[in-house]
Nanobody, 120 residues
Framework: QVQLVESGGGLVQPGGSLRLSCAAS????????MAWYRQAPGKERELVAG???????HYAGSVKGQFTISRDNAKNTVYLQMNSLKPEDTAVYYC??????????????WGQGTQVTVSS
């Protein structure tokens, strides 16, 4: 079973930046899309950004122009560069994989996530 390990979260002031990483313990088929999700306290988990094997990206409207997703298939790793962070970006961030050519439903077991807190 592939395990996902997210890292890079932390406490940052509004306007700051963070870069999240998600590494898979095993090999993820290169044709699968990868995505970042987040779950804020009291809210459902939501899709933040996704990237297909071909490099096409999708962003939630709330983060478009603010976040950038990328992937390194050779390293089984996906990244999320987050700029101009706002308090409403505070959440636990998770990665997952799913879909072929599209950002599909997550198919892997969820990792522990990484906490991002934006506060002054």
């Amino acid at each position: 079973q592939v395990q996902l390990v997210e890292s890079g979260g932390g406490l940052v002031q509004p306007g700051g930046s963070l870069r999240l990483s998600c590494a898979a313990s095993g090999s993820i088929p290169g044709y699968l899309s990868m995505a970042w999700y987040r779950q804020a306290p009291g809210k459902e988990r939501e899709l933040v950004a996704g990237i297909t094997s071909g490099g096409s990206t999708h962003y939630a409207g709330s983060v478009k122009g603010q976040f950038t997703i990328s992937r390194d298939n050779a390293k089984n790793t996906v990244y999320l560069q987050m700029n101009s962070l706002k308090p409403e970006d505070t959440a636990v961030y998770y990665c997952n994989a799913g879909g072929r050519g599209v950002i599909g439903a997550p198919v892997l077991r969820w990792g522990q996530g990484t906490q991002v807190t934006v506060s002054s």
